[in-house]
């Protein structure tokens, strides 16, 4: 499979033809050792330093290969090129192929204003084609030749054949040409390499972490529907239970509703159970802090309490947290020396609906649970790794206060759809918890390193995401496992850190970021590398797996070890059903 940058189709790409594209390329075989780069993942109307470039084809071993791809019906009538999409909207347009062309001249201009116009990468051996996955072409002109023609019955029947004259064709156009070199023009690994680092932020936007706080009010005009519809729900219905699995912008949309009710004067109280989604939330929600206060539960218990009277002793009990605290600080409100607040939102809500937590939000509330204002977003499905009740044990205990409006979000917006499906799969789910209706991606990476060769299979997953230039803050190892007792703790060639907060990562940093599964729950990153799983059929580590694969937005990368290979085949052949 060749290797995509950037490894997704966003969800703005509405073009079918272009997303079985990006599918073939990054799932084929005969592609295996090339890098495609291209533009589905920006809007239309982005401006683009090469123009219109679908795909840009590197290949080892040939050259560069610029593809167009006109999906729908085409037809070209005196000179002029008309495109019918899927809906019957007609567009008129200039030849693809003089699309194609200009565009692969554009760039070695480019390619020419960067480096010189004698630099060796001037020279590389260069084409184009163009694409027409829905319709049988056969027209002929003499702006194209046949072999430059991929089209439906190709696509369907031999794609490899295709490529393959193509090379040939296109090398044996050229290879008489006074530029042409056989030492220098055929394009090499370390070429491409070179040309990625050049070309790949005109087909790539990678946010900062500064970028992404200055976006985080912006992110609700990219809410799905359902979100929005949420949103509206929650503020007309004082008390809600919102249900969601993995990657269904629970964490986002509680953060909005904090953010819209501290707008109208509401002091609002927005914790989790997790201290690394706390301290992130924290981050973003910075300039709302005179009005939302947003801290993890248990950070929360030990600072409110800090001052008061008790047995130090009390520290070292195994309910510290679960009962002493919470029952101490529901005292302190009921008797009025801590402010109540004026909307609780807990996100989380799976691992917080225990007697001793609900008697003490009962008591922060105005109004307590049953007359006030609070939110509780919760995954119950598989995400209840701390939970203390069962699923049905804490709806009805909420019940026990007041009904509640209950809601649901099931559009996974976080996870590629092939993320999506294996996580789904190996979590053992019978069908997916959730609607795939997001981004397009490459396959999940499987890795099955033997007894003894874990270290090298994660070196050298590492040593690929550098070659890649992957932000080192965009990638995340994660596992079951604290870093003392993974496999990642005897990776030599790298710097890995155990991290805590959100907030180590930065666009300067030299090290690979590990968390633990448990500890980077409700978080996420471009780049996930899972390790250290040798289990894949209990309930927990299902759980964990769950987790921790829904964390990767667009790669996944999964060390399983070689004794669960057939449990994995045996899971593969009880595959989920596509929705």
């Known amino acids: 499979m060749a290797h995509m940058l950037p490894p997704y189709v966003d969800k703005s790409c509405k073009s079918t033809a272009e997303k079985n594209i990006f599918h073939l390329l990054s799932s084929s075989a005969f592609s295996?050792?090339?890098?495609?780069?291209?533009?589905?993942?920006?809007?239309?109307?982005?401006?683009?330093?090469y123009g219109e470039i679908d795909f840009l084809l590197l290949i080892p071993g040939s050259g560069i290969y610029v593809m167009e791809v006109k999906g729908g019906d085409v037809r070209c009538t005196d000179g002029v090129w008309y495109f019918t999409d899927?809906?019957?909207?007609?567009?008129?347009?200039?030849?693809?192929?003089?699309?194609?062309?200009?565009?692969?001249?554009?760039?070695?201009?480019?390619?020419?204003?960067?480096?010189?116009?004698?630099?060796?990468?001037?020279?590389?051996?260069?084409?184009?084609?163009?694409?027409f996955p829905d319709i049988s072409f056969s027209e002929h002109s003499v702006e194209y030749e046949q072999w430059q023609i991929l089209d439906r019955d190709t696509l369907r029947t031999n794609p490899e054949a295709f490529f393959e004259r193509l090379k040939k064709q296109t090398l044996l156009k050229h290879r008489n040409q006074r530029?042409?070199?056989?030492?220098?023009?055929?394009?090499?690994?370390?070429?491409?390499?070179?040309?990625?680092?050049?070309?790949?932020?005109?087909?790539?936007?990678?946010r900062t972490s500064k970028e992404r706080l200055e976006a985080f009010h912006k992110q609700v005009k990219s809410y799905t529907t359902e979100q929005f519809r949420i949103l509206d729900h929650i503020h007309s219905n004082n008390r809600?239970?919102?249900?969601?699995?993995?990657?269904?912008?629970?964490?986002?949309?509680?953060?909005?509703?904090?953010?819209?009710?501290?707008?109208?004067?509401?002091?609002?109280?927005?914790?989790?159970?997790?201290?690394?989604i706390g301290t992130w939330m924290a981050e973003l929600m910075a300039p709302w802090k005179e009005n939302i206060s947003v801290v993890n539960l248990h950070a929360y218990l030990f600072e409110a309490s800090r001052g008061f009277d008790y047995n130090q002793q009390q520290t070292n009990n195994q309910d510290f947290y679960t009962e002493f605290l919470p029952n101490l600080l529901t005292r302190m409100f009921a008797k009025g020396i801590l402010p109540q607040f004026d909307r609780l939102i807990i996100d989380e809500g799976q691992d917080l609906i225990r007697p001793a937590y609900l008697q003490l939000f009962d008591a922060m509330l105005k109004g307590g649970l049953e007359g006030g204002r609070w939110e509780i977003y919760g995954d119950f499905e598989q995400q209840a790794i701390f939970a203390e009740l069962s699923r049905r044990e804490m709806i009805?205990?909420?019940?026990?206060?007041?009904?509640?409006?209950?809601f649901n979000l099931r559009i996974n917006c976080r996870n590629t759809k092939q993320i999506g499906m294996e996580t789904a799969l190996l979590s053992g789910f019978e069908r997916p918890p959730f609607l795939l209706e997001h981004l397009e991606g490459a396959p999940v990476n499987y890795l099955w390193p033997g007894t003894g060769k874990e270290v090298d299979i994660l070196t050298s997953c590492l040593?690929?995401?550098?070659?890649?230039?992957?932000?080192?803050?965009?990638?995340?190892?994660?596992?079951?496992?604290?870093?003392?007792?993974?496999?990642?703790?005897?990776?030599?060639?790298?710097?890995?850190?155990?991290?805590?907060t959100a907030g180590e990562l930065s666009i300067n940093q030299d090290f690979f970021a590990f968390a633990t599964i448990q500890s980077f729950k409700g978080m996420e990153a471009g780049y996930i590398v899972l390790?250290?799983?040798?289990?894949?059929?209990?309930?927990?580590?299902?759980?964990?797996?769950?987790?921790?694969?829904?964390?990767?937005?667009?790669?996944l990368m999964i060390l399983l070890a070689e004794t669960v290979k057939e449990k994995y085949k045996a899971i593969l052949r009880n595959q989920l059903p596509v929705k």
């Open 32 to 49: 295996a050792n090339w890098t495609v780069l291209h533009s589905l993942n920006l809007a239309r109307h982005s401006k683009r330093l």
């Open 86 to 131: 899927r809906f019957g909207n007609v567009n008129s347009s200039k030849s693809p192929f003089v699309q194609a062309r200009d565009a692969m001249f554009s760039l070695l201009s480019a390619i020419e204003k960067e480096f010189g116009r004698g630099y060796h990468l001037t020279r590389k051996l260069m084409g184009f084609f163009c694409c």
């Open 179 to 206: 530029w042409f070199s056989e030492s220098e023009s055929i394009l090499s690994l370390k070429d491409i390499d070179e040309l990625c680092h050049f070309l790949r932020g005109d087909f790539e936007r990678i």
């Open 240 to 276: 809600c239970l919102i249900q969601g699995s993995a990657g269904t912008g629970k964490t986002m949309v509680a953060m909005e509703s904090a953010v819209r009710a501290a707008a109208t004067g509401e002091r609002v109280f927005l914790t989790c159970f997790n201290h690394m």
């Open 396 to 406: 009805d205990l909420l019940n026990s206060y007041v009904s509640l409006a209950n």
């Open 463 to 500: 040593d690929q995401l550098v070659n890649e230039q992957v932000p080192r803050e965009e990638i995340i190892i994660i596992s079951p496992r604290r870093l003392a007792r993974s496999v990642a703790a005897d990776v030599t060639r790298h710097n890995i850190r155990e991290i805590r």
């Open 531 to 555: 390790t250290d799983i040798d289990d894949i059929s209990s309930d927990q580590m299902r759980k964990l797996l769950y987790i921790g694969m829904s964390r990767a937005r667009f790669v």
